[in-house]
């Protein structure tokens, strides 16, 4: 009786776990079949997954872009401002990080308190203070506003992230480095960062989807087609009286999304121990 109770339990908790994981990755299997749809099935036939007639010139139609600017330079640019400002943030949140988690220096608790009350600060408000500072050093209509911000500093977040994660690790391993002769950043390279890679990992995880993800920020600041990213592409399909190319614009959604699912896939196991920050085995 008591094996019967278990079993049912176990179906009825799997049976409700299957069926709220189908809700959440329904709009995404949506966007797929709707990438295979022609146009005027989209909508009139929403709720079916399965297309009644496939229409794969949806992908090389997107593909193609916009005049000579195809989508494999929006892909490109995401790629290299992606790529630069998940660098930028492991270095600058690491080492901001160990600074507070090891370092004892005048006004820590201060600054350390600033530091996460920039947490709750909204992007609007410091945007226009940013945009007027690019502009002054021309830097606008380039990449440097969305890379160089990443490495100066850190990002609030991913700093008491690794914070976190670095409390865990036992001050005796920073100590026998010291006595076998390691300065102060050669137990921050040699010892701590070697250690923080569950954390690393989910930071560049985190970095990646919201630099890969950011429309704001390439929309104040790429003015140049051929600079512009991904997100700012998928816009494009829609014209100024509302038209939107649905097929296309389903189809290139669907491949930006793959780098992302692909990490995830890859790097989920690390994602999760980083952010139960757990400490040595």
């Known amino acids: 009786m008591k094996h019967k109770k278990s079993l049912i339990g176990s179906i009825i908790y799997y049976t409700f776990v299957t069926a709220f994981g189908f809700v959440m990755i329904y709009p995404i299997l949506w966007m797929f079949a709707g990438s295979l749809k022609p146009a005027q099935e989209i909508f009139n036939n929403a709720a079916s997954l399965i297309p009644g007639i496939?229409?794969?010139e949806n992908y090389p139609i997107?593909?193609?872009g916009f005049g000579r600017t195809g989508f494999d330079i929006f892909f490109r640019n995401s790629l290299i401002i992606t790529s630069l400002t998940v660098i930028g943030a492991i270095l600058s949140s690491s080492i901001v990080a160990y600074g507070f988690a090891r370092l004892n220096f005048k006004f820590k608790g201060l600054l350390f308190a600033c530091l996460m009350a920039t947490v709750m600060l909204p992007v609007q408000i410091t945007l226009i203070p940013q945009y007027i500072l690019f502009h002054n050093i021309g830097w606008v209509n380039t990449f440097y506003p969305l890379i160089v911000p990443a490495f100066l500093g850190g990002t609030p977040f991913f700093i008491f992230l690794l914070i976190q994660f670095i409390r865990g690790i036992p001050r005796e391993l920073d100590e026998a480095a010291i006595i076998d002769g390691c300065s102060t950043f050669g137990v921050f390279w040699r010892i701590i960062l070697p250690l923080l890679k569950p954390a690393l990992v989910t930071v560049a995880i985190f970095a990646f989807m919201w630099s890969w993800d950011d429309f704001l920020a390439p929309l104040i600041y790429l003015n140049d087609i051929n600079l512009q990213t991904v997100t700012l592409g998928l816009r494009n399909f829609m014209d100024n009286e509302g038209n939107t190319s649905w097929g296309p614009l389903l189809?290139?959604?669907?491949?930006?999304?793959?780098?992302?699912?692909?990490?995830?896939a890859f790097f989920q196991k690390y994602l999760v121990e980083g952010i139960a920050t757990t400490g040595l085995k």
Request: aromatic share 20%.
């Open 251 to 264: 189809a290139m959604s669907s491949l930006s999304l793959l780098p992302q699912l692909v990490l995830f």
């Open 62 to 64: 997107g593909w193609q």
């Open 54 to 56: 496939f229409v794969w």
